[in-house]
């Protein structure tokens, strides 16, 4: 996610979402001043943390997101990193 994305809780925003969404993986801040975060569970809720993700918490102003879709790696929980 790109823009004003760090410094408005979306980290722990997006992990609240997808435990709420039953789907494990993980976020991160990134030293580009970007966040990026994984996703893996049923197609439905991760599209619904991929949506939240467009426009995050209150306080963020996302600017765009890439979306990418990897093999799963069998994560379980949800970190932010």
Same mark, same amino acid.
């Given at each position: 996610?790109?823009?004003?994305?760090h410094g408005v809780w979306f980290r722990d925003s997006c992990r609240r979402? @997808?435990?709420d969404q039953?789907? !494990?993986?993980?976020v991160r801040n990134r030293m580009d001043g970007? /966040?990026? @975060?994984v996703f893996e569970g049923?197609? $439905? !809720? /991760? !599209? %619904? =943390? /991929?949506?939240? =993700? %467009?426009a995050g918490p209150p306080r963020a $102003? /996302?600017?765009g997101i890439d979306v990418r879709e990897?093999? @799963? $790696?069998?994560?379980?929980?949800?970190?932010?990193?």
């Open positions: 996610m790109r823009g004003k994305v979402m @997808a435990i039953g789907v !494990a993986g993980w970007t /966040v990026e @975060a049923p197609i $439905e !809720a /991760v !599209a %619904r =943390c /991929v949506s939240w =993700c %467009r $102003e /996302v600017d990897d093999p @799963a $790696e069998g994560t379980s929980g949800f970190s932010i990193w």
